[in-house]
Each structure stands twice: as structure tokens, then as C-alpha cells.
């Protein structure tokens, strides 16, 4: 068990750039899950992957954000257009999917400064 | 919107002495989650409890659950400092659904 892996650990970027983030899950873990952290708060759910498929994505996802998970096993996050609004820590987390009693395992996160 | 509600957002204690933090939720469940945060790092998993236990264990960790009030608590006993971090409870939202949503989380300083 390696871990839930998150890069990069940190981005700076101007506003109106786009970045992308990627997260490794623990390799038998078939769920994959994306929150956004600001400070002082709660992880907020941002969307899961069951497998390659996206199950659900929060109404408070814009547009600009879209995540995707190939062939079923890393997934990559992406922010167009960024704005400061988007400067948060970005967590990923992994889980056995089916059971809804599976932990979830998260990563170190990605914090995005946006300038 | 959060799912879970923490009481208190922080809490301040002397090492050795217990600290209770409470969780409320919205809907029904059928299990509830507590996370701890280190500053800067990821959630880490500390325990769950079904909707058909009321109280569960682990270590220095009790947890109880009042689904006629939709509650829960967080007892650390004998606190350490190392024990400083964020706490979360967490649920789903809905049955039959992967998605997990997290409380805003309470805030435990101990001092040495």
C-alpha cells in the first residue's frame, strides 16, 4: 500500500492560466474522489469516479473544471481559466468502491495559489 | 452545502484531559465517519459507526451515534499533543450514493 499520490505538491499560477493536477490511487482502489479545501473548512466534494466513470459531479463545479480518469486507475484535474477564487488545497481520495462503509485515503493534496 | 456540523469549531485543552467534539447531519445514514487533519496534510480515517450501533471504540477513541437526534460525538481521552489536528465527521449525503460529505471540522489544540 503506497498511498494516494498527489501532483504536484504545490502550483502557483497568474490568474487566467490553466493548471492541471494529478492524483495516483492505491492500485485496488476503484473509487477516486477530488474535494477542494480552503481554509478553516471542511473538504468540500467536488466529484467520484467509479472505474473510469464519472458517477456524480457537484453542482458548485463550474464549467471551467473538469477531471477525468481514463482508463480507470489515475485521474488528472483540470482548472481552465483560473481565477483567485480557485486558490484552495485540492485533495484526492481513494476508497473501495461498493461498499459504502470503505474509508476513504486521501493525498498530501495539490495547494493552488492563483495570482 | 455540508452535510455535518461540528461543535465546537475549536477546542483548547491541557494534555491528559478528555475532549468531546460533537457532529450533527442532516439526513438519514447508515454509517457516520471521523477524519483527522493534520495542518497541511490529507484526511486520515479513524472510525465508523453504523446507523445500528450507538456507541463503538478504538484506543483512546469513543464514538457514539443518536440517530433519533442525528449526533454524533468524538471522545479523545487522555489527550496528547500529538492529538492536535482538525476533526471531521463525515456521511453520505443519500443511500446509495459514493459521495461523502464532510462537516466543517473542530479545531483541537492540546498543550503540553
Known amino acids: 500500500d503506497t498511498g494516494v499520490s498527489q501532483n504536484p505538491r504545490h502550483k502557483i499560477t497568474k490568474r487566467g492560466q490553466n493548471v492541471t493536477f494529478r492524483c495516483d490511487p492505491i492500485?485496488?482502489?476503484?473509487?477516486l474522489y477530488w474535494y477542494r479545501q480552503t481554509l478553516g473548512q471542511g473538504p468540500e466534494f467536488l466529484t467520484y469516479f467509479q472505474n473510469e466513470a464519472q458517477l456524480e459531479k457537484s453542482r458548485l463545479l463550474s464549467d471551467r473544471f473538469s477531471a477525468e480518469r481514463p482508463k480507470g486507475s489515475f485521474s488528472t484535474l483540470e482548472i481552465q481559466r483560473t481565477e483567485q477564487g480557485d486558490s484552495a488545497m485540492y485533495l484526492c481520495?481513494?476508497?473501495?468502491?461498493?461498499?459504502?462503509?470503505?474509508?476513504?485515503?486521501f493525498g498530501n493534496g495539490t495547494r493552488l495559489t492563483v495570482t | 452545502s455540508q452535510q455535518g456540523e461540528e461543535d465546537p469549531q475549536a477546542l483548547s485543552i491541557q494534555e491528559g484531559e478528555n475532549a468531546t467534539m460533537n457532529c450533527s447531519y442532516k439526513?438519514?445514514?447508515?454509517?457516520l465517519q471521523w477524519y483527522r487533519q493534520n495542518s497541511g496534510r490529507g484526511l486520515v480515517h479513524l472510525i465508523l459507526i453504523r446507523s445500528n450501533e450507538r456507541e463503538k471504540h478504538s484506543g483512546r477513541l469513543r464514538v457514539t451515534l443518536d440517530t433519533s437526534k442525528k449526533s454524533s460525538s468524538l471522545l479523545i481521552t487522555a489527550s496528547r499533543a500529538a492529538d492536535t489536528a482538525s476533526y471531521f465527521c463525515a456521511t453520505h449525503g443519500s443511500s446509495n450514493t459514493g459521495k461523502l460529505i464532510f462537516g466543517q471540522g473542530t479545531t483541537l489544540q492540546v498543550k503540553p
Open positions: 481520495a481513494s476508497s473501495r468502491g461498493g461498499r459504502e462503509s470503505s474509508p476513504l485515503h
Open positions: 492500485s485496488e482502489h476503484n473509487r
Open positions: 439526513t438519514s445514514i447508515n454509517n
